[in-house]
């Protein structure tokens, strides 16, 4: 019940294009969604994060989608660029728990 | 804002020594840090939440004799892999709050090598 699977492992997008990544999770205590971004050798950056009170939160190129009947969320990626090719991580928290669990992660490429 | 500062960023030590990682949250305060590892190609793995001025809180499987956390101040949190062996090889990465409903934002890790 406190996984968070993550799905696809990896991704191919081509520069220009949309990339779509989703989670699904099933403790319906979590209240809090982020997603990190990680470049090789490098640790996770907070990319956007949120809470299930709203559907949809967009900063800048970056949207969540989220799905609370579904117990589902994803990322967006408009314009991809080369400089997106790193790898994703969703994560989620909630039910009085300080700690994140993580998604699986996607390694996205970003072809130009 | 909200940075956090993890040394050092590489370390290579041989077998049987120990090693102390530090995690600092430079312009904030942190009463929570996180202590993870992950291996290549992998997801991050949770090894123990560190709160200050307590003892840290390890997770299953995790040997709290072998991975010491010190979180003595608001500021700063230490790992300390005691008597490494090359099963210990590892990215180790630090997170920080500034409290249970706050954002963790990561420190860049620290490579470990056990030779």
Not at chain 1, 49 to 59: C, G, L, N, T, Y
Not at chain 1, 62 to 71: D, G, H, L, P, V
Not at chain 2, 45 to 71: C, P, R, W
Request: hydrophobic share 35%.
């Amino acid at each position: 019940q406190q996984q968070v699977k993550q799905s696809p492992q990896s991704l191919i997008v081509q520069k220009g294009g949309i990339s779509i990544i989703n989670c699904a999770y099933e403790n319906t205590a979590f209240d809090y969604f982020p997603w990190y971004q990680q470049f090789p050798g490098k640790g996770p950056a907070l990319l956007i994060a949120i809470r299930p009170d709203v559907s949809e939160k967009k900063e800048g190129r970056f949207t969540i989608s989220f799905n609370k009947s579904a117990k589902q969320f994803s990322l967006h990626i408009m314009d991809s660029q080369p400089g997106d090719s790193a790898t994703y991580f969703c994560a989620a928290r909630g039910g009085g728990a300080q700690k994140l669990v993580f998604g699986q992660g996607t390694r996205l490429t970003i072809n130009p | 804002g909200a940075v956090v500062s993890q040394h050092p960023s590489r370390v290579i030590c041989k077998s049987g020594t120990s090693v102390k990682i530090e995690c600092r949250s430079l312009d904030f305060q942190a009463t929570t840090m996180f202590w993870y590892r992950q291996f290549p190609k992998q997801s991050l793995m949770l090894m123990a939440t560190s709160n200050e001025g307590s003892k840290a809180t390890y997770e299953q499987g995790v040997e709290k004799d072998k991975f010491l956390i010190n979180h003595a101040s608001l500021t700063l949190s230490t790992l300390t892999v005691t008597s490494a062996h090359p099963e210990d090889s590892s990215f180790y990465i630090c997170s920080a709050a500034p409290d249970g409903r706050s954002a963790q934002h990561f420190g860049d890790g620290t490579r470990l090598s056990i030779l």
